[in-house]
């Protein structure tokens, strides 16, 4: 089945340590976002890629970048997180329609834990 | 300011029964979309139903329906005949039209409803 995929489900990295978390798509979509979710609040946008076009949120941490190399993988890049970078993300997809779209299809998400 | 606020953190509901999640949201923008999404304690964001600014008619899903009240500004969630696995968290969220790069999704601060047996 067509789906958005998230390695790994779980990561645990320590202070400082840079860490690469990976999405990948057979959808053919678009547009892939990276969504960072703190417990018990809201998934907040970091990024998007448009095409090969790079979309930085402006109250985005320099220290998380992102990479897209291609259409199906797009890569969240944390250089030295910190404790309060631990989180859920969330990598999303979607084909812009001009307009009108049904929907956006996620990954089941990596969660982050930083010691 | 807010864009989509969900105003009850936590809901109980009984089995059976339905519940009614409560969604406002604030846009100048004509052409929009309202979107919700169940997200239960694995992590995973499961799309739940779909409203368009110019729909005529309020969205139904299954036992999923949408309260689409446009002068209001309000799109709440109907489920109707809870069931024991609806326990999760639902999160509201609006799309603008207005940003050419992608469509961008913007989220409420999410309702955690926990049906009782």
């Known amino acids: 089945d067509a789906m958005v995929i998230q390695n790994p489900r779980y990561q645990v990295t320590q202070f400082g340590k840079p860490v690469t978390l990976s999405c990948s798509q057979t959808?053919?979509?678009?547009?892939m976002y990276w969504y960072q979710q703190k417990s018990s609040q809201a998934p907040k946008l970091l990024f998007h890629y448009y095409d090969k076009d790079f979309n930085n949120e402006a109250d985005t941490p320099d220290n998380f970048q992102s990479r897209r190399p291609n259409t199906s993988f797009c890569f969240l890049d944390i250089r030295s997180p910190g404790l309060g970078d631990a989180a859920m993300y969330l990598c999303?997809?979607?084909?812009?329609?001009?307009?009108?779209?049904?929907?956006?299809?996620f990954g089941s998400g990596t969660r982050l834990t930083v010691v | 300011a807010q864009k989509i606020t969900q105003t009850q953190p936590g809901m109980f509901v009984q089995e059976k029964e339905a519940v009614t999640l409560d969604c406002t949201y604030d846009?100048?923008?004509?052409?929009?979309?309202l979107f919700w999404y169940k997200q239960p304690s694995s992590g995973e964001m499961i799309f739940l139903i779909y409203?368009?600014?110019?729909?005529?008619q309020n969205a139904t899903e299954g036992r999923y329906s949408l309260n689409f009240q446009k002068a209001r500004k309000s799109a709440n969630l109907v489920i109707s005949a809870s069931q024991l696995g609806d326990s999760a968290m639902y999160f509201c969220?609006?799309?603008?039209?207005?940003?050419?790069?992608?469509?961008?999704?913007?989220f409420g601060g999410g309702t955690r409803v926990l049906v009782k047996p």
């Open positions: 999303a997809t979607s084909r812009d329609l001009g307009g009108r779209d049904y929907g956006y299809t």
């Open positions: 409203q368009g600014s110019y729909d005529q």
């Open positions: 959808l053919n979509h678009n547009v």
């Open positions: 846009t100048s923008d004509p052409s929009y979309g």
């Open positions: 969220a609006m799309r603008e039209a207005y940003l050419a790069a992608g469509n961008k999704l913007t």
